[in-house]
């Protein structure tokens, strides 16, 4: 099966900034998602990205704040903008398997982010 | 609006019991069901995935049961270890182009040496 990477693994960022994360999967594929996990909480969809078009976001999330890029089919950043505490999150990226792997869904280590 | 419950929220056992979590979804119309686990502060592996039309999905010790009529499925582990500590996490697909998973609250399993 696929093999997905994130990084960073974990961050501490100050209120205000910004943080780039990177997902690369070892294989093309064609939706990819990102997701963000509360303290405590399970997961919620931030948003779905194919290559060559725009993200598609969830209710509650919006572009200026989760600016989401999409280059190619093995490869997606996700920015946290004008960070406060409450972004403070695990952020993890995922991909489905498509037809042939029945549309599992793999995910990938996850990004611990800290806003002080 | 789908939506996905886990019962219970938290669960401790002796090492070697047989136990059961449970996960319920409020709309039948789904296109699959997955299990995962999450390892504190870790990503997600994925365990099983049932399709809508199947009734169980078998993995070493671990068997999932789907039953879609009756919104609910089941992860069955057989002779827990403490390895098997982490949260478990089902999440069902909707059908259609979304390819969306919504996630349920997850079961904190803690299996006792």
């Known amino acids: 099966s696929a093999v997905i990477s994130q990084k960073p693994s974990r961050d501490i960022c100050q209120r ?6 990177q997902c690369q ?5 064609t939706m990819m998602f990102w997701y963000r996990q509360q303290p405590g909480q399970s997961l919620t969809l931030i948003a779905t990205a194919n290559q060559g078009s725009e993200a598609t976001y969830e209710s509650g999330f919006v572009i200026d704040k989760f600016p989401i890029s999409r280059p190619n089919l093995t490869f997606s950043t996700l920015t946290v903008s004008n960070m406060s505490p409450e972004d403070s999150s695990i952020y993890l990226c995922s991909f489905s398997g498509g ?17 002080l | 609006k789908q939506e996905v419950t886990q ?15 449970n996960c319920s979804f409020t709309d039948s119309a789904i296109y ?3 299990w995962f686990r999450q390892d504190p502060g870790k990503g997600l592996t994925s365990l099983l995935l049932i ?3 199947q009734r169980e999905q078998t993995s070493g010790r671990l068997n999932a049961s789907l039953d879609k009529s ?3 499925s089941t992860l069955y582990i057989a002779a827990s270890q403490p390895g098997d500590s982490a949260t478990y ?12 998973l919504i996630f349920g609250t997850g079961t904190l399993l803690a299996v006792q040496p």
Not at chain 1, 16 to 21: A, D, P, V
Not at chain 1, 25 to 29: A, E, G, W, Y
Not at chain 2, 89 to 100: E, F, P, Q
Request: aromatic residues 4%; positive net charge.
């Open chain 1, 16 to 21: 205000g900034t910004s943080l780039t994360i």
């Open chain 1, 25 to 29: 999967v070892d294989s093309q594929v």
């Open chain 1, 99 to 115: 037809f042939a792997r029945r549309d599992e869904q793999f995910f990938g280590p996850g990004t611990r982010l800290t806003v």
């Open chain 2, 7 to 21: 019962i219970p929220a938290a669960l401790s056992v002796p090492e070697g019991e047989n136990l059961v979590l």
């Open chain 2, 32 to 34: 699959n069901l997955q």
């Open chain 2, 51 to 53: 399709q809508s039309s």
């Open chain 2, 70 to 72: 009756s919104g609910r």
């Open chain 2, 89 to 100: 996490l089902c999440a069902v697909r909707r059908g259609g182009a979304t390819n969306k």
